[in-house]
């Protein structure tokens, strides 16, 4: 079976998937009555939470992670 037979046969949900591990994003929070900005993975699982949006997209690109818009 060649490569483009391969991607063919791909699920939905598979093809949804990929990259995902590559991609976050960042959203304002209050913590303990702070204003802070989460790190979300593309799944929306919170990965963290930093003070300053400008820290939040520095971590983001430390770790290897896209920063992507969600509007």
């Known amino acids: 079976m060649t490569s483009i037979e391969r991607l063919r046969q791909i ?3 598979d093809l949804a998937a990929l990259g995902l591990q590559g ?3 960042i959203k304002p929070v209050v913590i303990d009555e702070a204003a802070a900005y989460a790190v979300f993975a593309a799944d929306g699982t919170q990965i963290g ?3 300053t949006r400008e820290a939040a997209l520095a971590a983001m690109r430390e770790n290897g992670l896209e ?3 969600i509007h």
Do not use: E, R
Request: no cysteine; proline share 17%.
């Open 23 to 25: 991609v976050a994003y």
């Open 11 to 13: 699920s939905l949900a």
């Open 49 to 51: 939470a930093l003070p």
């Open 67 to 69: 920063p992507v818009s």
